[in-house]
């Protein structure tokens, strides 16, 4: 989200990824808008060292007003791996500017989903800084978001879980083709539920029928 989007679902291990082309391999050519001004975005691990980093982020007004007054224990979740879980921070030539979260929603260990079926992922993320808000950060940790769990043959469909008043969320969803399911909450929090599914997210990308 150019914004903090949902960053709600509580808590990986990964490598850097700049995921330049669509999961297909072919470059998207499409008007899909680049991080500020063409910079390259890498997602890597966060490890505890991002602790302060995350901390900091989390006393920012629009991250809270966005996930609410969860804390995520970074100290404790920074120290995890399990294999339903992949905890990233997105880098922008060298600077860190926004935190992205891709759970196994049926695998998940605080069930935060309930009974959902395999083969799902569910994604939080957010941007930041106030500064750093608005510049296409957003769009870009989506799309690399959108591509690296769509990269796995298995995974079916993408879920989300903003604020049921976070509209700018809900219009961002909106704009990368997922589509509203539910009004749903989730412990003490009001959300509603958006999906991307497999046949939707290849039909908004170039894909294998990219004439462009």
């Known amino acids: 989200m150019s914004l903090p989007l949902n960053g709600r679902q509580h808590a990986a291990n990964s490598t850097e990824s700049e995921v330049p082309l669509e999961p297909n391999g072919l470059e998207c050519r499409h008007s899909c808008p680049p991080a500020a001004h063409g910079a390259v975005m890498i997602l890597r691990m966060a490890t505890p060292a991002d602790v302060a980093l995350l901390r900091h982020w989390d006393r920012q007004p629009h991250i809270s007003a966005a996930k609410g007054d969860d804390d995520w224990a970074w100290e404790v979740e920074l120290n995890k791996s399990p ?27 605080s069930h935060y989903w309930g009974d959902v079926p395999p083969d799902l992922r569910a994604i939080d993320l957010w941007i930041g800084e106030p500064a750093d808000v608005g510049k296409g950060y957003g769009t870009e940790m989506m799309r690399l978001a959108l591509a690296r769990c769509f990269a796995d043959p298995a995974v079916t469909a993408v879920l989300v879980d903003p604020l049921a008043g976070n509209t700018r969320a809900h219009r961002f969803y909106k704009r990368l083709g997922f589509r509203f399911v539910e009004h749903r909450r989730f412990g003490r929090d009001d959300c509603f539920v958006y999906r991307l599914n497999r046949a939707e997210y290849i039909s908004l990308t170039c894909g294998n029928r990219c004439s462009c």
């Open 83 to 109: 294999g339903w879980m992949e905890q990233l921070i997105a880098d922008v030539e060298g600077r860190s500017i926004g935190f992205l979260q891709i759970i196994d929603p049926a695998r998940e260990d």
